[in-house]
């Protein structure tokens, strides 16, 4: 069982957005902003598409934002596009050098 | 641009030790703001992190498995070492190495990963 939590799955059509939940704890994402977002599409590695909850890497469209609200992170695609259909992993830290994953949600557009 | 190559056995029978090397290029492993990890993904399942070593030889271990892990550096080489012992079928995985870039608290590059099979 993953130390964060995400839904299974999740939808929605081309061009419209999709918000994707990972809940924590108290003493990760609760406590630190070191939340970030990968994305993985099949057979590749993961790819990182948000960090310190809200901040994108060069390279990475704006489509894609972070948020967090006490122990729940969001990740946000907007304007959904093809190529967006993957897996995505939360993953933040949690203490002591300790670092959690959430359990991952697959993303289908529709 | 940093490139991480995971190498090791694709099979090993249960009670072996696992062992896998990162080879890293691109920048070297003493960089100071890196931090070398390893990150482990079961057939069709989620992520579990293994934890990291530093290039001075400090290195952090995720609890559920400290006991049976150990990190290591090889600064002469720019490589860094994963193993993992008395393996069981449930150790069956895609091994990935990883950069943890302390800046940005996030794993900002990844090896293409490798299949470590544990079956007898």
């Known amino acids: 069982q993953s130390a964060l939590t995400q839904p299974p799955s999740a939808s929605g059509s081309l061009g419209q957005s999709v918000t994707i939940s990972c809940t924590g704890t108290?003493?990760?994402?609760?406590?630190?902003?070191?939340v970030s977002w990968y994305q993985q599409h099949p057979g590749k590695a993961p790819k990182v598409m948000i960090y310190?909850?809200?901040e994108r890497p060069s390279g990475v469209p704006d489509r894609f934002s972070g948020s967090k609200s006490g122990n729940t992170a969001s990740l946000i695609v907007s304007g959904l596009q093809a190529e967006d259909e993957a897996d995505y992993y939360c993953?933040?830290?949690?203490?002591?050098?300790?670092?959690?994953f959430g359990g991952g949600t697959k993303v289908t557009v529709l | 641009q940093l490139h991480l190559q995971e190498s090791g056995p694709g099979l090993l029978k249960p009670s072996e030790t696992l062992s896998l090397t990162c080879s890293v290029s691109?920048?070297?492993?003493?960089?100071?703001?890196?931090?070398w990890t390893w990150i482990r993904q079961p057939p069709g399942q989620g992520l579990e992190y293994f934890g990291y070593?530093?290039?001075?030889?400090?290195?952090s271990y995720n609890p559920s498995l400290r006991s049976r892990v150990t990190i290591s550096v090889d600064t002469s080489k720019n490589q860094f070492s994963l193993r993992l012992r008395s393996v069981t079928a449930a150790d069956t995985a895609v091994y990935y190495c990883?950069?943890?870039?302390?800046?940005?608290?996030?794993?900002?590059?990844w090896g293409q990963g490798t299949l470590v099979t544990v079956s007898s």
């Open positions: 990883a950069r943890h870039f302390g800046s940005y608290h996030t794993f900002d590059s």
């Open positions: 691109g920048d070297s492993i003493t960089h100071t703001d890196s931090y």
């Open positions: 070593i530093f290039h001075d030889g400090s290195a």
């Open positions: 108290s003493s990760d994402v609760g406590t630190y902003n070191h």
């Open positions: 310190e909850v809200s």
């Open positions: 993953s933040a830290y949690a203490g002591n050098g300790f670092w959690v």
